[in-house]
């Protein structure tokens, strides 16, 4: 009988582990040799599970940047959807306002025709733009392109309305907005006008009789002796001199 001695890296070995391994029989029981060798190798091999992976290490810390990464672009995708979300949120709710009220403009100032917006892709309403069409009274539905000049400017009178009823102004300048439109027309635009001044200015070019006598102030341009003046003139001055 030999009794055997092993001697292990203390150092290296969890006292405490190497204990749960081999009870108090075993560390002090009689071996042969080969025995031994096979307590060693099954140390050893434990003792290698015990050395630390640096390995290990380092695929975490990329596997961290990589996630952080990937964290990052989630996040800037989600904001960008939701900035987007927002955006077309604003515009149908301004496009249906605007909408609905370009419908009442049109047949206000048509005395009876018909006006719609509609959105080429209702799905990407940004990509392909709005189709305006347009029945003027007693006609059929028409783009606006093939309307005559006077209902194409009754048309875009109506959308600018329309429009500025969304986002009003203080300020508005027209330049000859009556030239392709008949005396009753006219009328019904420059009426709107007036009414409109309670809450903003209009500053209209106009050679229209019945647009001048709806003015709060007329300014008018002539050229003598090769120089331009001006002249401005209150048309109420000459109603309350009748």
């Given at each position: 009988?030999?009794?055997?001695?092993?001697?292990?890296?203390?150092?290296?070995?969890?006292?405490e582990k190497l204990k749960g391994t081999l009870g108090d029989e075993q560390l002090h029981a009689t071996c042969d040799?080969?025995?031994?060798?096979?307590?060693?190798?099954?140390?050893?091999?434990?003792?290698?599970?015990l050395s630390p992976n640096l390995d290990s290490i380092a695929e975490y810390r990329t596997k961290a940047r990589l996630y952080g990464e990937?964290?990052?672009?989630?996040?800037?995708?989600?904001?960008?959807?939701?900035?987007?979300?927002?955006?077309?949120d604003e515009f149908m709710a301004g496009f249906n306002i605007i909408s609905l009220k370009l419908k009442e403009m049109y047949q206000m100032i048509t005395l009876g025709g018909d006006a719609e917006l509609e959105l080429v892709d209702s799905l990407d309403p940004f990509s392909?733009?709005?189709?305006?069409?347009?029945?003027?009274p007693k006609k059929s539905w028409k783009n606006i392109a093939n309307l005559s000049g006077g209902e194409k400017t009754l048309s875009s009178l109506a959308l600018?309305?329309?429009?500025?009823?969304?986002?009003?102004?203080?300020?508005?300048?027209m330049d000859e907005i009556d030239a392709a439109l008949d005396f009753k027309n006219v009328s019904i635009v420059g009426?709107?006008?007036?009414d409109?001044?309670?809450?903003?200015?209009?500053?209209?070019?106009?050679?229209?009789?019945n647009m001048f006598e709806l003015a709060d102030r007329l300014v008018g341009i002539y050229k003598t002796d090769n120089c331009t003046k001006?002249?401005?003139i209150n048309p109420g001055s000459f109603a309350n001199s009748v």
């Open positions: 009988m030999h009794f055997c001695l092993f001697r292990i890296q203390m150092d290296a070995i969890d006292p040799m080969k025995s031994a060798m096979e307590m060693v190798a099954l140390l050893e091999a434990q003792l290698k599970d990937r964290v990052d672009e989630l996040n800037a995708t989600t904001q960008e959807r939701d900035d987007l979300k927002k955006l077309l392909e733009g709005v189709v305006f069409s347009v029945r003027p600018v309305f329309a429009l500025h009823h969304y986002k009003p102004t203080p300020l508005y300048v009426h709107y006008v007036k409109r001044t309670k809450d903003a200015q209009f500053i209209i070019i106009s050679l229209r009789n001006s002249i401005t």
